[in-house]
């Protein structure tokens, strides 16, 4: 699968290998417990986020047909609440065994359907949930919740390019997409909890505890405000097959990190739901995305003024990477 972030250095977006220049580093078994938690829920992150790329190519489709995704899902999971150790609680353990529903799910899906489509089949089913234009109705974008103003997605923006530039993280150029797309913010938490792993391994407890930091301001101010809505708004969108079973997947496995981080974000309900309006001069309106021209992220940090809101705030990457 293609990979959204990629590093400029350390580590591999992908959670595959080390840097050159590192040993394999023998777990402790006091430190092992940690490891597997962070290493499980990286990638399960990383699953969920394949899931809302476009299907370039049959790699996906093929990873789904295989029962590769279901496996490695199932793999993940075991390992995650085999090392909980009760924290985040009831609540954890409850969204976990949720989680593990929606893999059955996913697998009788692929018995039942999935298994005879082809590529364009599940292209033909990412456009009808959402569309080849911004779908408003439920938008992969976090910028377009809870900012009824051009300058509030501004500012957005600006803090989400803070977080991957305070990790050395850059889009890749085979992905088409913006970065405040799920799939890239999945991603992200998916390369933050390897981090983790890594940290307790290599870093000493400073940097590990910087990149905790990281995760639970991320979920907290990013993610943990807009996917529930999204998720619920996906639902109703796709009403059935491979995207609804996502959305279900999603809402849980969001559920689950926000009490396993013992955060508290303050999500947006049906009512702050408003894509920015921008007034021109004229007087006359358009909603913020709906005329997007294009998913570069030269153009579009450029459209929302994140460059200028990251040159403002000099300094402002180090700040979100280490909060």
């Not at 969204?95 to 089949?121: K, P, Y």
């Not at 905790?212 to 993610?223: G, N």
């Not at 894509?275 to 940090?301: H, R, V, W």
Request: glycine residues 8%; contains cysteine; proline residues 4%.
């Amino acid at each position: 699968m293609a990979t959204v972030v990629k590093e400029k250095k350390n580590i591999s977006a992908n959670g595959s290998s080390l840097a050159d220049d590192q040993k394999p580093v023998k777990i402790s078994p006091k430190d092992a417990p940690a490891v597997d938690r962070a290493l499980c829920r990286s990638k399960l992150y990383l699953l969920v986020s394949w899931g809302y790329l476009y299907p370039e190519d049959d790699e996906f489709l093929d990873y789904l047909q295989s029962g590769e995704f279901v496996a490695d899902g199932r793999t993940a999971l075991e390992g995650l609440r085999k090392e909980l150790r009760n924290v985040g609680g009831q609540e954890s353990e409850d969204r976990l065994q949720a989680v593990a529903a929606h893999f059955d799910t996913i697998e009788e899906w692929i018995s039942s359907e999935g298994e005879n489509w082809n590529i364009q089949e599940l292209r033909d089913e990412h456009r009808r949930v959402f569309s080849n234009v911004i779908a408003l109705d439920c938008p992969p974008y976090e910028t377009l919740f809870g900012n009824d103003h051009v300058f509030g997605q501004s500012y957005v923006m600006g803090d989400i390019a803070g977080f991957y530039s305070a990790f050395g993280l850059q889009l890749s150029p085979d992905i088409h997409e913006r970065l405040d797309h799920l799939s890239v913010e999945l991603e992200f938490m998916h390369y933050l909890a390897y981090k983790e792993s890594y940290a307790i391994l290599h870093d000493g407890a400073e940097k590990l505890k910087t990149v905790i930091e990281a995760e639970k301001k991320f979920v907290k101010e990013h993610i943990g405000r807009w996917v529930p809505l999204f998720s619920g708004m996906l639902k109703r969108k796709a009403d059935y097959g491979f995207y609804k079973i996502l959305a279900d997947f999603t809402a849980d496995w969001m559920a689950f990190d926000i009490a396993y981080l013992e955060v508290t974000p303050q999500p947006y309900s049906e009512t702050d739901y408003r894509p920015a309006i921008y007034m021109n001069p004229e007087g006359q309106t358009f909603e913020c995305g709906a005329q997007d021209k294009g998913n570069e992220l030269s153009m579009l940090m450029n459209e929302v003024g994140a460059d200028a809101f990251l040159d403002k705030e000099s300094g402002g990457s180090e700040q979100s990477g280490n909060a």
